[in-house]
């Protein structure tokens, strides 16, 4: 299911939340939806399933949401970790949800199960921790087998290896033909998991591209060559129209993802290498450069 998210806005007194944004969620795929804290990610998310009044419309496969016969059968959306009655069980606060769309029990166990909820069942989630409330919101989320899914920071408070479930839950979702939009501030777990990313900064959309063009964009990818002549090679490279800045007393970081280039330059220029490597940015490294001032809350710096 294609989801279009057209003119998003939204203000708060003075504050412009979320500001003429628009894109597209494509199915088959996980979009990772990125933004500095304060930057409109859970407004957003919140606008697109018409929880919050604001500018704009989404569209679900051509059609507004509340034009649809049963809305958890086409999203499934988890915002909040403790969204749900703390006196009711985990199981009838699923058995609640599975009302709407007329799910049989048997799936209402067949997802306890697949989210690793058997043992606490019929306990009260206000006793749950973190991580075993996310567990109880994907639960919900994924209850009706919605063709999207919308998770607002699903990985906050779980273990290292239900991160990796999640991640592999995420992805095989995503491969069955649904669509997936989450966000996350894991932005090591979110480069294996995103095939695209939207990225938004003070509510406005600043990416919309795949992850792999994203992280491409960063000038931390780069080539680092050490020589036996620094000096020399920077000039030979300048000449080629390659920028170079000294690093090390031997090295040279070339703003060029090609060392066959700067390894025939050198050679032109009768420079003895010594080592010559492809360095290539991370998410993290692409996202702080892009978003750097964009940042609502600032630390110092560090002594």
């Known amino acids: 299911m294609t989801v279009e998210a057209i003119g998003l806005g ?5 504050t412009r939340a979320v500001d003429a944004l628009s894109f597209e969620l494509r199915p088959g795929m996980v979009t990772g939806f990125l933004g500095p804290n304060g930057a409109g990610k859970s407004t957003t998310m919140r606008l697109m399933l018409g929880l919050d009044g604001g500018e704009g419309r989404t569209l ?4 507004r949401l509340v034009e649809h016969d049963h809305v958890t059968r086409v999203v499934g959306a988890h915002l909040d970790a403790k969204f749900f009655h703390p006196s009711r069980s985990a199981r009838n606060h699923l058995r609640m949800l599975a009302t709407e769309a007329s799910i049989p029990s048997s799936r209402i166990d067949e997802v306890i199960r697949l989210v690793g909820l058997d043992e606490v069942a019929t306990k ?15 639960a919900g989320a994924i209850l009706a087998a919605p063709k999207v899914l919308l998770l607002d920071e699903p990985a906050n408070g779980l273990d290292p290896q239900s991160i990796q479930w999640l991640r592999d839950f995420l992805r095989h979702y995503a491969g069955q033909g649904n669509t997936v939009f989450v966000s996350s501030h894991l ?13 938004i900064a003070a509510g406005r959309l600043i990416a919309d591209e795949s992850i792999v063009d994203f992280v491409a964009r960063s000038t931390r990818n780069d080539v680092l060559v050490r020589c036996s002549d620094p000096a020399a090679l920077a000039a030979a490279l300048t000449a080629e129209g390659v920028v170079a800045v000294a690093e090390g ?8 993802a090609d060392t066959d280039r700067v390894g025939d330059v050198a050679f032109r220029a009768g420079v003895s290498v010594r080592e010559l490597t492809r360095r290539t940015a991370s998410l ?5 450069e892009l978003t750097n001032d964009q940042q609502q809350f600032r630390t110092g710096d560090v002594a």
């Open 10 to 14: 939204k203000t708060y007194g003075s």
């Open 60 to 63: 679900w496969d051509g059609k």
């Open 124 to 138: 009260r989630p206000s006793g749950f921790s973190l991580g075993m409330g996310q567990r109880l919101g994907l």
């Open 187 to 199: 932005l090591s777990e979110m480069s294996l998991m995103a095939d695209h990313l939207v990225v």
């Open 249 to 256: 007393p031997d090295g040279l970081a070339v703003q060029s």
């Open 284 to 288: 993290e490294d692409a996202f702080l």
